[in-house]
């Protein structure tokens, strides 16, 4: 099982630009999440959805969007990207409820 | 607000001391407490916290909850160079959606 995998890892953007960050697991887990992290600050949840086709915001949503079409897949996009958008990126996935969370490897974006 | 909170922020030890690491929260609906390890990249499980005051084990590194104050702790005895990462902590709710991370505590061990 490859887990969760995150694409690109590293990314640079100009202001304005839009991208899609990809995520996919192969572990059948019905719950996805997107968090960034900022440095000092944590790690923010920005959309998470509990199967296909369900998605829900989270603390930090505003600039973002998401999809669900598979179980497998949970890509988010960035639409107008801002500098404020620069930070690293992680998708993680679990089962269900009172399960824990697996990560994965994260993607560097900065905006310029 | 729910909120999880770390400390101390920056811990630098030498090899062979043991440490703690502290984590309080306050989250609606409670259910579980997590401890992960962040070198690199991405963090990696340590512990899921569910029940107070039995306590969790791997190796040199161990974890308790106390549901009454609200806290957890995580030890790592006899420290090593491989310690060195940032420990996060997140507390999960019954609704199963979300986890609270907080800031983190970065440990530095000397050799």
């Known amino acids: 099982n490859a887990g969760v995998t995150q694409t690109p890892k590293f990314r640079i953007l100009k202001i304005g630009q839009s991208m899609t960050l990809q995520c996919t697991q192969d572990?059948?887990?019905?719950?996805m999440y997107w968090y960034r992290q900022d440095p000092g600050m944590g790690l923010k949840l920005i959309y998470y959805s509990v199967g296909a086709g369900i998605t829900d915001k989270g603390e930090v949503p505003n600039g973002y969007n998401v999809s669900r079409s598979t179980t497998e897949d949970f890509p988010l996009r960035l639409e107008l990207a801002a500098p404020s958008q620069t930070s690293v990126y992680f998708c993680?996935?679990?089962?269900?409820?009172?399960?824990?969370?697996?990560f994965g490897s994260g993607t560097q974006l900065s905006v310029l | 607000e729910d909120k999880v909170v770390q400390s101390p922020l920056s811990l630098v030890v030498h090899e062979g001391d043991t440490v703690t690491l502290n984590c309080s929260y306050e989250?609606?609906?409670?259910?579980?407490l997590l401890w992960y390890k962040q070198e690199k990249k991405a963090p990696t499980f340590l512990f899921m916290l569910t029940s107070s005051g039995i306590e969790k084990k791997s190796g040199r590194l161990s974890s308790i909850l106390d549901k009454k104050e609200l806290f957890s702790i995580l030890n790592i005895t006899a420290t090593q160079t491989g310690d060195s990462a940032i420990y996060l902590c997140a507390g999960g709710t019954n609704t199963g959606n979300q986890f609270y991370f907080g800031t983190g505590t970065s440990l530095t061990v000397i050799p």
């Open positions: 993680a996935s679990r089962r269900g409820p009172g399960e824990k969370l697996f």
């Open positions: 572990m059948n887990h019905n719950y």
């Open positions: 989250v609606t609906n409670f259910r579980s």
